[in-house]
């Protein structure tokens, strides 16, 4: 099973729908998890970390389910700036590595 | 401005002809990294460094080779590139003990072996 899970998508959904990523680890022992954004042909940035009580921040709500070992990414009224490729990032205890998934590609359609 | 410089950006070289990608912190970040990213295969770690003379290999480290003389650079050699390193590569820097978790990327380099 590999480590960090994602469907790559790709997610065509129209301006304004509400999508959602899932993502699973394989590590019980994972930590810290966070979503990343990557524009086509960029470098990949910080879109949120996530927390084991969920959180928000504007459009978008993480949340952590330890018990699936899975993380989830909401993002409400798309906009067409939120076309991007989202990379699920995880962190496993006693380990500063960070373990990237492949991403799952999401396109907003006018 | 707080950033992460690598250079160059774009290079075409050829098969055996040694080379090297820079990459420079200006946040007094102990860590540094080097991605590799390739369609279908997502980032792959290549080398880490926890700290100045301290290096380790991550999950494709062969055909590369890395020095972490000074805090703010960690280059990445390609003694002689092959086809098969063709690809988009990204240096990343954070502080070891970050606890946000964030990494700053550089705005990569995109390499070409013939």
């Known amino acids: 099973r590999k480590e960090v899970e994602q469907d790559p998508g790709p997610f065509n959904v129209p301006e304004g729908a509400t999508v959602a990523f899932n993502c699973t680890y394989s590590?019980?022992?994972?930590?810290?998890f966070f979503w990343y954004r990557q524009d086509c042909r960029k470098e990949p940035k910080l879109l949120m970390s996530?927390?084991?009580s969920g959180n928000e921040d504007g459009r978008f709500t993480a949340q952590l389910n330890r018990a699936s070992q899975y993380i989830s990414l909401l993002i409400r009224d798309s906009k067409l700036s939120d076309s991007a490729t989202y990379l699920c990032v995880v962190n496993t205890a006693g380990s500063y590595q960070l373990t990237f998934g492949k991403g799952t590609k999401l396109s907003v359609i006018p | 401005e707080a950033q992460v410089t690598q250079n160059p950006r774009y290079l075409i070289t050829v098969t055996g002809k040694k080379l090297t990608v820079t990459c420079s912190q200006n946040m007094n970040h102990e860590y540094m990294s080097w991605y590799r990213q390739d369609p279908g295969l997502g980032l792959r770690q290549i080398y880490y460094s926890m700290n100045v003379e301290v290096t380790d290999k991550g999950d494709v480290p062969e055909g590369y080779k890395v020095s972490r003389k000074e805090k703010r650079n960690f280059p990445l050699i390609l003694e002689s590139p092959s086809p098969n390193q063709t690809s988009l590569y990204f240096c990343?820097?954070?502080?070891?003990?970050?606890?946000?978790?964030?990494?700053?990327f550089g705005e990569g380099s995109r390499l070409t072996v013939l």
């Open positions: 996530v927390y084991s």
């Open positions: 590590n019980s022992a994972s930590q810290s």
């Open positions: 990343a820097s954070s502080f070891r003990d970050s606890p946000t978790g964030e990494l700053f």
